[in-house]
């Protein structure tokens, strides 16, 4: 094999394979070098889900019917206020697949578009010319290898290990994601000891359940009478665990064997301010590309991998050097869109954790922010879709409930509060800069914008509604 390419990435993900994949069909030449053997590919994790919409927005066939890899279609979540209460329907068509197959049928989507790929080869460390990225340096048993590239994505996920590698003045964030920057999910594959009795997943529009205010949902699972019951939650798995013995005591689930449980996290953190480098880019987990609200990052870091695909292409189409400049527009367009509504979703978490079980139930009750409908325009748009007359509504449902008491005054100070504060970086990230000279400026504000934003908590406590 050849150790030279247009693209060099590292990382054979969802993510990386998919940019490689597209650039590849461009007929321009990528190489892939990912760190577990090729059986391996994709074993980080067994389930996951996808908007079905994807398959034909993203050109990837989809998962066929009768193969290991679709678990199932569904169209409904149904979403529950504490104690189990006020169901609210999404209809939002999902598809749930597992991972590693899906991993194994996108590595070859992409070998049939001349990707080339190298496993069991970890990457070392970067190799710099006059300020710009010229390659890498990888282990393969034991062995050293360079591999030179005019373009080296980023995709190893949320360990980064190559931006976090780059020297501090190159331009790119170098950070890692903290431990008070991430979700702490454990999954628990669950198989009910009397099926035919009524069970969480039997109800109507039942396919999949999300119980919001404990950050708890039933998914559908692969084996007969089995769902996935999940959990995810700030400060460690101790927090999830506890997290699950007060929902189990507010929600009781009817005798259920546990069959498996799998630990992992995910990141909640704004993504670097720059995503390009000379000769550098990053994307999917490993530049923080997650939806807030669910956790998942596939999706978007799609989108701005065909961002990344359109302009990489017309410079190299035009014969121009992959610098920062030339690859700024990436920057523009993914911050400017996509980037500027996940960052002001991502500013409102801290609002939501100040919220008791009472104000969730208040919303619930009243179907206003926690309604089906804004639980779909939030997946469909990543905003929530409020007409003039439903502000006049909600204004006023906001009043009777601090009026009756059912509304707590801190809650709606906190939620405004976060509003104006998402609402500011939001069009501060729509102002992303054209000019690259502009960028320290733009970086400074933003700075200050983010530090207004806290660090999510763990605020689950097992209290009654008075
Ligand atoms: C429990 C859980 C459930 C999730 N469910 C969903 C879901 O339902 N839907 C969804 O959209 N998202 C989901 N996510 C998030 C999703 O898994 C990630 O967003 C997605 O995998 C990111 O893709 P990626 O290609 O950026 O990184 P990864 O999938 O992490 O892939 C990175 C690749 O880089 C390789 N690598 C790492 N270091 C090196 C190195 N030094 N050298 C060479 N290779 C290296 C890794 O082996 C890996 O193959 C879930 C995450 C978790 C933890």
Redesign the pocket.
């Known amino acids: 094999m050849k150790n030279t390419a247009d693209i060099i990435i ?8 998919y940019l490689g994949w597209q650039l590849a069909k461009r007929n321009n030449s990528v190489i892939i ?4 053997s090729r059986k391996d ?2 074993s ?2 067994d ?4 908007e079905t919409m994807v398959f034909e927005k993203y050109g990837i066939p989809p998962p066929m019917e009768g193969t290991d890899e679709l678990i199932t279609n569904f169209e409904y979540t149904s979403y529950y206020g504490p104690y189990g209460k006020y169901q609210q329907v999404m209809k939002y068509p999902v598809t749930a697949m597992r ?1 590693q197959f899906f ?1 194994q049928r996108l590595i070859g989507l992409a070998e049939e578009n001349n990707v080339h790929f190298q496993f069991s ?4 460390e970067v190799l710099i010319k006059d300020n710009h990225i010229i390659g890498i340096k ?1 282990e393969k048993e034991g062995n050293i290898q360079e591999f030179l590239g005019k373009l080296i994505v980023d ?5 980064a ?2 931006r976090s590698s780059l020297p501090k003045n190159f331009g790119v964030e170098t950070f890692k994601i903290e431990e008070d920057e991430k979700m702490y ?1 454990i ?1 628990r594959v669950i198989q009910w000891k009397n099926p035919d009795e009524p069970h969480p997943g039997t109800g109507e529009y039942e396919e999949s359940i999300s119980w919001l205010y404990y950050k708890t949902w039933l998914a559908p699972h692969f084996l007969p009478n089995a769902n996935i019951f ?1 959990g ?1 939650q700030p400060g460690g798995y101790g927090n999830q665990e506890k997290a699950t013995e007060i929902f189990l005591k507010e929600v009781p689930f009817p005798l259920y064997d546990i069959l498996e449980i ?1 630990k ?3 990141a909640y953190r704004r993504p670097p301010y720059s995503l390009v480098g000379n000769g550098f880019l990053c ?5 923080c ?3 807030s609200f ?6 978007s ?1 799609w989108n701005a991998s065909l961002i990344a695909v359109e302009v990489i292409d017309r410079v190299l189409k035009k014969d121009q050097k992959l610098t920062m400049e030339n690859l700024w527009q990436i920057n523009i367009q993914y911050f400017r869109g996509r980037g500027a509504k996940l960052a002001a979703l991502l500013a409102q978490i801290p609002g939501a954790a100040n919220t008791t079980k009472k104000d969730v139930t208040y919303l619930f009750k009243h179907n206003f922010i926690f309604s089906g409908r804004d639980f779909t325009s939030m997946w469909e748009n990543l905003e929530l879709e409020i007409s003039f007359g439903r502000i006049l509504k909600i204004v006023s449902l906001f009043l009777w409930g601090l009026l009756t008491r059912q509304f707590s005054r801190k809650a709606l100070s906190t939620m405004l509060r976060y509003m104006k504060i998402s609402g500011r970086i939001r069009k501060h990230y729509e102002e992303y800069p054209e000019n690259i000279n502009d960028f320290e400026q733009w970086v400074e504000i933003a700075e200050k914008l983010w530090n207004q934003v806290e660090k999510m908590k763990f605020t689950l406590v097992s209290d009654q509604i008075s």
Do not use: C, W
Not at 47 to 50: S, T
Not at 121 to 124: I, L, P, R, S, V
Not at 283 to 287: C, E, L
């Open positions: 590292i990382g054979a993900g969802p993510v990386g394979i070098l990912e760190r577990n590919a994709g980080k994790m389930q996951f889900h996808l991972f991993i080869t970890e990457y070392k990888v995709a190893t996920g949320s360990s290990v190559v999910v999954q999940g995810g799998h992992a996290t995910t994307v999917g987990d490993s530049a590309m997650s939806k669910s956790g998942e990052a596939i999706e870091s």
